[in-house]
């Protein structure tokens, strides 16, 4: 075996076993599993494409809501939920997880057509008129749910309560779920970035009018990009409604004040356009937050603001891109030491 | 080759992860030494953070209080109380969040209630689900109520009453003035949050009650930033009675812009009119606005913790440097609740604490203490007050009421 092999084989144990040492933590590591799908995702359009998205979240709350909205009309009419939503007990652990998987799976379509849909309307847009069109998506999309009485509007909705007593612990459930996702998020764009999928967005970014006329689809590959970020999206978002157990519009679903910009942020303080870069910028950005949170409290923002100032002055190119311009030996890059001595340029 | 760098350094990073996160493991537990500690995610930042200040405030100054008179006596052993505060930054996702963390890392065993309806909601299912109890004084949807919570207990009155009280009035004054009430229109302009809605609620039926018409029912964003459509139906529409829900944000930007717009209407009622400081805000501008309050200092309440009302009202004040609107007072009144309970039970155990708090028959500064089934207080009343001449003055309901209501406001 490879030392490779033994090391992902060595963190994949740390990763199973990380809630049964840490149980006090359990919400935390999902939380950071989340970090991770959520950083992941972005940057399958943020760094492989370069096309900047801040309109990501919606993918994310729809699927909160659908996931939230099927678990409970599969049980229960509006009125009669409305009197016991967040109530215990109210289902057993077999109607839960029924309404849970089946949720997902509607969430996951309804979310990848969404993102078809918009995806051919909006990808004709480039650079900053893109960047913000998906702005404005996210902002639209919290009001809009904010007005539908049917989905609780701006009372918010409540998933049904985890069974505890059928299903065990809720800590457990949802981060071995969350590790999965990102897990499977990470290995499906590490497999789509080395083939022709990976090439074919990375030409976008490099150049998009050459990559046209080279014959790539380029919107065909945009809307494609757009739809696997919101697959992941959808799934991260239906389950995560169920762990907070109480999805408001604008601060849980589409929350983009905090995750919207989160997931930006982890990617570029990683190293956009690499695939560790997502997953490290997400480690290091969620457990900074937490010891804020702890430690400089009443600070944590400031903190926090600090934090991304230093990234973007001192990090541009994120933790990946910092290691590569310093010890490019370690990512295995070849340096010609004497035509770098030259000040010749590749 | 990225690959095998990353995963050279991993197991070290790995290593390091585990040593902050364990790190972080406080020693304290429920109880130390001779101190009880309690733990709350109160809004120190985001939308709430200006009355999540005033729910800190009456909760530390509850804790002063009760250290300085020789703490809690359980089992015959003292104990001084603290408590351990974390930030919930206004978001209910984070409140949840925290709340795990609170019973779970640092191992508490008693949870103060967070500031609103909206992080309340996101809270209670926590303590719920590992059967810690929760007092709380800030959350006051009607939704929280009838979900079969057990470990959840509240002081205050439930939102849907805040400003039904202002309709019965505008009733009253209408059948005065030999005017049937049902020919006065109601508008109606809330936040679109638990705890808004709820107030909406409240009204609703009350209006529909009385037959009266509601001529103008708006959501409001949550950014409050503007309702000049709203005051513009408003001023077209003339209704006899406007109501406005939004927070401490909602209060200020009604009288600003009621005052701005020159809008007349007979009755201006809105809630958190005290937590927004609306008097020191706008002066002459917010006279006749009328406030929903869930305790006012000039109520006969006392106890020997505050003494009377009034006497909580100048003590808050010398302490803090400002008058304790009721978000305040219902706050301080959480930890005595907390604490009365924990004498009685006569132990640390939460399930003891949880019946004594079921079984709470408390008088304070506050008004009188009595949890129904649901864990709602139905002992104490909501009071209406009115701006007289730069004054908050209790009018309704009429056994409270110091001075009668002007109605209609004097037009501007």
């Known amino acids: 075996m490879s030392r490779k092999k033994l090391y992902l084989l060595l963190l994949v144990g740390l990763m199973l076993l990380a809630p049964v040492l840490m149980p006090a933590f359990k919400t935390q590591l999902a939380m950071l599993m989340l970090m991770i799908t959520f950083a992941l995702t972005w940057d399958i359009m943020g760094g492989q494409m370069g096309y900047n998205s801040f309109g990501n979240i919606v993918f994310f709350g729809t699927g909160m809501y659908v996931t939230a909205v099927i678990q409970r009309d599969l049980f229960f009419t509006a009125e009669e939920y409305e009197s016991l939503a967040g109530s215990l007990n109210i289902i057993n652990g077999t109607d839960y997880l029924t309404g849970l998987f089946l949720g997902l799976g509607v969430s996951v379509v309804v979310c990848v057509i969404l993102a078809a849909i918009l995806g051919a309307g909006i990808l004709k847009l480039r650079g900053h008129y893109f960047a913000i069109c998906t702005l404005g998506l996210g902002i639209a999309a919290a009001e809009i749910a904010a007005g539908i009485d049917y989905i609780g509007a701006g009372s918010g909705l409540v998933p049904p309560t985890f069974p505890h007593e059928d299903l065990g612990d809720r800590g457990y459930f949802f981060y071995y779920y969350f590790l999965t996702l990102a897990a499977a998020t990470f290995t499906v764009l590490s497999w789509l970035y080395k083939g022709q999928f990976g090439l074919a967005i990375n030409a976008i970014r490099d150049d998009e009018d050459k990559a046209e006329a080279m014959g790539i689809h380029t919107t065909r590959y945009k809307t494609l990009a757009w739809c696997i970020s919101a697959f992941f999206l959808a799934l991260a978002g239906g389950a995560l409604g169920n762990m907070v157990g109480f999805i408001d519009p604008t601060e849980v679903a589409f929350a983009g004040a905090t995750f919207g910009v989160w997931m930006v942020l982890m990617a570029i303080l990683g190293g956009k356009g690499t695939i560790w870069g997502p997953v490290i910028g997400a480690t290091v950005f969620h457990i900074m937050q937490e010891l804020f949170w702890t430690y400089l409290f009443g600070w944590q923002r400031v903190a926090l603001g600090i934090l991304v100032i230093s990234i973007v002055v001192f990090f541009p190119e994120g933790i990946m891109g910092f290691i590569r311009d310093r010890w490019p030996e370690l990512l295995g890059h070849k340096v010609d030491l004497k035509s770098s001595k030259k000040g010749s340029t590749p | ?412």
């Not at chain 2, 829900?245 to 005290?274: D, I």
Request: a negative charge; hydrophobic letters at 40%; one cysteine or more.
């Open chain 2, 1 to 412: 080759m990225l690959m095998k760098t990353i995963v050279k350094t991993l197991p070290m990073a790995g290593a390091v992860c585990a040593l902050v996160l364990s790190s972080t493991l406080p020693a304290n537990a429920k109880v130390e030494g001779d101190t009880i500690i309690f733990g709350a995610a109160v809004s120190f930042t985001g939308k709430y953070s200006t009355n999540g200040k005033h729910t800190k405030n009456g909760y530390d100054l509850a804790v002063e209080r009760i250290n300085a008179k020789g703490g809690v006596t359980v089992a015959g052993k003292d104990y001084k109380i603290a408590i351990q505060y974390y930030d919930d930054e206004s978001t209910p996702a984070r409140a949840a969040q925290l709340a795990e963390k609170i019973i779970q890392q640092d191992e508490i065993k008693f949870v103060l209630g967070p500031y609103g309806s909206g992080l309340t909601k996101a809270v209670a299912p926590v303590t719920e689900k590992y059967k810690i109890p929760m007092v709380e004084g800030n959350g006051a949807s009607r939704s929280l109520f009838n979900k079969g919570y057990k470990y959840l207990f509240a002081v205050l009155s439930t939102s849907e009453q805040y400003l039904t009280e202002a309709i019965n009035l505008a009733a009253e004054q209408a059948t005065k003035a030999g005017k049937d009430p049902s020919s006065l229109k109601v508008a109606i302009a809330v936040e679109n949050d638990p705890f808004s809605q709820d107030v909406r609620a409240g009204i609703v039926d009350d209006a529909n009650k009385h037959g009266m018409q509601i001529v103008i029912d708006d959501k409001l964003p949550k950014e409050l930033n503007d309702m000049t459509a709203t005051l513009t139906k408003v001023k077209a529409l003339r209704p006899d009675i406007l109501v406005v829900s939004g927070h401490s944000k909602g209060a200020v930007l009604a009288v600003r812009q009621v005052n701005e717009m020159k809008v007349n209407v007979p009755m201006l009622a809105v809630t958190h009119c005290e937590a927004a400081d609306v008097i020191g805000k706008f002066g002459a501008g917010a006279e006749n606005t009328l406030c929903a309050t869930q305790w006012t200092e000039t109520m006969s309440y006392e106890d020997s913790d505050f003494g009377t009302a009034m006497d909580y009202y100048n003590d808050f004040n010398a302490i803090y440097g400002y008058y304790p609107p009721y978000q305040a007072a219902e706050s301080t009144a959480s930890v005595q609740v907390f604490v009365d309970a924990m004498e009685r039970a006569g132990s640390f155990d939460t399930e003891a604490i949880r019946d004594a708090l079921a079984a709470t028959d408390l008088m304070t500064f506050y008004g009188p203490i009595k949890f129904t089934e649901a864990g709602n207080n139905m002992a104490k009343p909501m009071v209406l007050r009115q701006i007289i001449n730069g004054k908050l003055v209790a009018v309704a309901p009429s056994r409270f009421a110091s001075e009668p209501v002007v109605y209609p406001r004097p037009d501007m």
